[in-house]
């Protein structure tokens, strides 16, 4: 019974617990331009994102570019969030 309970408790965690860059990536609406343009895409090649560091300066772009106001450390989370689901760049 224990067993099941903890897995049914691991189960029922969003993924914004597991990765919480999503959240902050939702909450800023970052889709409303991303949509459009998508990540990693042709229409953003003119990033020029092949690394975690020029992953990072995009995102340090946006936060302060479109006042977003995350702190460094939720940079990294979103940086960690978008590199997992689109960029797959290695660390």
């Given amino acids: 019974m224990i067993i099941l ?4 408790s691991f ?8 990765m919480p860059g999503k959240k902050l990536h939702d909450d800023a609406n970052c889709m409303r331009c991303h949509a459009r343009l998508g990540y990693n ?3 953003t090649i003119r990033m020029n994102i092949h690394s975690i560091k020029d992953l990072k ?5 946006c936060n302060h570019n479109l ?3 995350w702190f460094d450390d939720e940079v990294s989370e979103v ?10 760049l290695p660390n």
């Avoid at 300066?57 to 772009?61: G, K, L, S, T």
């Avoid at 940086?79 to 797959?88: A, E, F, I, P, Q």
């Fill in 5 to 8: 309970t903890c897995c049914l």
């Fill in 11 to 18: 189960s029922a965690q969003s993924d914004d617990s597991i």
């Fill in 41 to 43: 895409t042709d229409k």
């Fill in 57 to 61: 300066r995009a995102v340090d772009f």
């Fill in 67 to 69: 006042n977003v106001g």
């Fill in 79 to 88: 940086v960690d969030y978008l590199n997992k689901t689109y960029y797959k």
